[in-house]
Structures are given as C-alpha cells and as structure tokens.
C-alpha cells in the first residue's frame, strides 16, 4: 500500500467518496451521514483555524485506507485531532497509517492526540465499542466496530465513553420526573417549542452551548460563522421534529431536541442547562415534556442518543433503558 498526503478541496475527492459508498452505501441513513461528512470536510478545507492534512492509503490507485490530521489553533499548544478515518480490517495497514500521521504530527510539534473525530467535537465521531448490530440512526455517525479494537491496543491515555439506549414505555418514567415538571412553572420557568427556527433562536442556542460546554474534552469555540453554518436554519428545520427552550422569566437557560427517526421512533438529542441551573430538576422538566409530546402523538419508542458516561439528567430513570450501542473517543500522548 502506498500512502500519501493530498491536497484537498472543498469537498471529499472522488475516490474517498467511493470508498465512503462501499463501507456505509447500505446504511438507511447513508445520505445524511454523507451530507454531514461533506459539511465536515468542508469546515476543515476551508477554514482559517484549522491546518488539514488528509491522508490516504492506495492499492493500485484505488483507495483503502484514510486518515486526517486536523490542527485547530483554538485547541491548546501541541494538541490536535484526528479523524476521517476508515480503514480496512488489516493491523497492518493500521499500523503503518498511524505512523505516518504521528510522524506528520510530531514533525509539526504536536503531542497529543485526540480523536476519531471528523473536524471537532462538534462533528462528533465515535468509534463504536459494543453493539446489538442495530440500525444506525440519524445523527449517529456509522463506524465499523473493528476501529475500536485497532485504536484500544496503541495504548491510549484517555478513553472517554458514551452510549445510546432506547425506551418503549413511558409511564413509570413520566411518573417519577412528573414532580419536578409541576414544580418548576409556580417557580419563574417555562418552556417554548419552537415551530420555526429564527435568527435569534440560534444565536441564542449558541451562546448557550459556548457556556454549557467550554469544560467539555476537545472542547473548541466555534465562531458564528462556523455555527451557523453546522446549525443552519434551513438544515435544523429539516432534520428537528422539536426544539424546546428552557426559560427563566424571559430568559433562555436551556435547550433540547428531538429528531424523527420513523413514524413511532424519534432521538432524544443533548439536554443543555447552564451551569447555575443544573441540580434543580430543570432536566427532568424538559424530559417530562419530550415524553409528554411523544405519548399524546403516539410515538411507540425513544431513543436517547450518544449519552457520556456519568454525565445524565440528574434523578432521571434509566433501569427500564435499554443500551444497545456503546461508543469511545480516545487521546494519544505520542
């Protein structure tokens, strides 16, 4: 295999595309996992923070193996990410693509690598560590469970965990988070659904996120451009069934989302609260009103989506929760 850097564009070249297509064409959601593997491609081709060096492993010119160094200067000195990765099931090949991107780091005076992500944490790329062999979802990025393995065994210095689980019935979930919905309102909070996605929404919603999750690994600040063009109005409008807005007075503190998966399924997405409201039951309010919603419309099962170990809704029930994805992030010290 011979391997080489290359200068990209914009867009994915042609032959990570087919390589894209042969690991994840047959996937139900492969056209959105594709539009947002172009958009985080793009975010990196084309972006004034980020120093991109794409690499790729050919056979005969055919492509095999991919993997990218993304240096974003808002990171702190001597750390970076990597991602983009797709890689046959050959040690071998892993291997030696390895070397040649540490090699390439080291070279540019960095230590410390974290990843697989596609451009940023907010482009989040998880390898998969466990699974049922279900679907992939929306919003879910596909792996291959074999990377795991690959990038568990080059002893990583940290591994930071997440997972996905689901529920059908919602009762005795309802029953016990309950309280804390009837509670909050006689106490200055209130929550918006908002039907149609403004300007002001997302700026706020951003604004948010800056606060909410600064302290988070791989954290990076995006500017407003690089916000608005990961959130855009028209992209959010198309993939939401629900945003709320978590008030006080009139005050946005707090957000969370659903997607549509089919007509019974819909994905629970992030439940933001600042941090000065976090620890009053104000997650369990927005959870209460997302299984509300989703029994009035006759919603049958609800996923709750790439949730970090040791980081839930505080109180909230998660016996009755079925896991049947578990996934891992990773930092290298090189």
């Not at 996992?33 to 084309?46: I, P, Q, V, W």
């Not at 055919?62 to 990410?81: C, N, S, V």
């Not at 709750?304 to 839930?312: F, P, V």
Request: glycine content about 6%; aromatic content about 14%.
């Amino acid at each position: 295999m011979k391997i080489r850097e290359y200068k990209q564009d914009e867009t994915p070249p042609n032959k990570l595309v087919t390589l894209l297509r042969r690991n994840y064409g047959e996937g139900k959601n492969f056209n959105l996992f594709f539009n947002d593997f172009t958009k985080s491609f793009s975010f990196c081709a084309n972006n004034e923070n980020v120093l991109f060096h794409p690499f790729a492993g050919y056979v005969e010119e055919e492509m095999q193996a991919h993997i990218a160094l993304i240096i974003d200067k808002r990171l702190p000195t001597g750390e970076a990410f990597f991602g983009f990765l797709e890689i046959p099931k050959e040690v071998s090949v892993f291997n030696e693509m390895w070397r040649v991107l540490t090699k390439k780091s080291k070279s540019l005076g960095i230590n410390i690598l974290k990843g697989p992500v596609n451009g940023s944490i907010w482009h989040q790329y998880r390898c998969v560590k466990e699974t049922d062999e279900s679907p992939f979802f929306k919003s879910e990025l596909p792996s291959i469970s074999y990377y795991y393995n690959f990038l568990s065994s080059i002893n990583p210095s940290l591994e930071v965990r997440y997972y996905s689980a689901y529920r059908e019935k919602f009762d005795t979930t309802m029953q016990m988070i309950q309280i804390g919905y009837e509670k909050f309102t006689s106490l200055g909070f209130s929550i918006k659904e908002v039907k149609n996605m403004m300007a002001e929404d997302l700026q706020a919603i951003a604004a948010l996120s800056k606060t909410i999750f600064r302290n988070n690994w791989g954290y990076t600040e995006l500017t407003g451009k690089e916000f608005l063009q990961l959130y855009s109005s028209e992209k959010l409008d198309a993939h939401l069934n629900k945003l709320y807005l978590l008030y006080k007075d009139k005050d946005i503190i707090g957000y969370c989302s659903t997607v549509k998966e089919d007509n019974s399924t819909i994905i629970c997405k992030t439940i933001g609260l600042l941090p000065q409201y976090q620890g009053l039951g104000l997650g369990n309010a927005l959870a209460y009103k997302v299984h509300f919603d989703a029994k009035k419309e006759g919603v049958g099962k609800i996923i709750y989506a790439l949730i970090r170990e040791g980081n839930q809704v505080k109180n909230f029930p998660k016996d009755d929760a079925v896991i049947f994805r578990r996934y891992a992030a990773f930092e290298f010290k090189i």
